[in-house]
């Protein structure tokens, strides 16, 4: 299974953006789809996530009521709304999913086994 992340750029603070991950596979189940982002010099962190049957969702405290996190069964992708972006909010954003993960785990990198390639989002100040 691939991911594809997409929709990363330049943005001034205040700014919005819409990043995409599709999967490259319709038959891939995963149990949860997420968001993460790595700023230079820092470890990855865990942004949002979207369990896919339910479509419950999740959030760092850095990005609730801010970033919206959104899946799309049809075209097996899902989508990460960023409003009102600030420069701390620089960094590579990743998708990844996992079809064994559980709840506990979901904001733990090392839980996931699929990978998007990344996407740089940068916010000017």
């Known amino acids: 299974v691939q991911l594809q992340a997409s929709g990363g750029g330049l943005v001034q603070t205040g700014g919005s953006l819409r990043l995409s991950c599709a999967s490259s596979?319709?038959?891939?189940?995963?149990?949860?789809m997420t968001w993460f982002r790595q700023a230079p010099g820092k470890e990855r962190e865990f942004v949002a996530a979207?369990?896919?049957?339910?479509?419950?969702?999740y959030y760092a405290d850095a990005v609730e009521g801010r970033f919206g996190i959104s899946r799309d069964s049809a075209e097996n992708t899902v989508s990460l709304q960023m409003n009102s972006l600030e420069p701390e909010d620089t960094a590579v954003y990743y998708c990844?999913?996992?079809?064994?993960?559980?709840?506990?785990?979901?904001?733990?990198?090392?839980?996931?086994?699929?990978w998007g390639q990344g996407t740089l989002v940068t916010v000017s100040s």
């Open positions: 990844a999913a996992d079809s064994a993960i559980i709840l506990t785990s979901i904001r733990s990198a090392s839980a996931y086994l699929h």
């Open positions: 596979s319709r038959t891939f189940s995963p149990r949860f």
């Open positions: 979207i369990s896919v049957r339910g479509r419950q969702t």
